[in-house]
Nanobody, 123 residues
């Protein structure tokens, strides 16, 4: 079983910055893909950015040039640096990871979500 725990959310003024962290734990053998999603109030959860094990990144247009995803492989932790925040960035941010666990010598795929962290940007 793989657990993801986000932290770093909070209240910030428009134009400010926040850095979200997502720490992973469990019998992780490898993580192939990590991502951040967000769910604005009253709306569906949507993809924000992804990071593959090879280092490839993808950003949705609304956050390009403002958000940066990165990963500390030694800690199996992924970060989301958010700069120039706007009120429309207000949402619950969720971390996602996919990969393989290793239990008793056998590998199993996993897909896990964190519990979410609230980001509120005031105008």
């Amino acid at each position: 079983q793989v657990q993801l725990v986000e932290s770093g959310g909070g209240l910030v003024q428009s134009g400010g910055s926040l850095r979200l962290s997502c720490a992973t734990s469990g019998n992780i053998f490898t993580i192939s893909n990590m991502a951040w999603y967000r769910q604005p109030p009253g709306k569906q959860r949507v993809l924000v950015t992804t990071l593959t094990s090879g280092g490839s990144t993808y950003y949705v247009d609304p956050v390009k040039g403002r958000f940066t995803i990165s990963r500390d492989n030694a800690k199996n932790t992924v970060y989301l640096q958010m700069n120039s925040l706007k009120p429309e960035d207000t949402a619950v941010y969720y971390c996602y990871a996919a990969g393989e666990t290793r239990v008793s010598g056998r590998h199993y795929p996993f897909h896990s979500w964190g519990q979410g962290t609230q980001v509120t940007v005031s105008s």
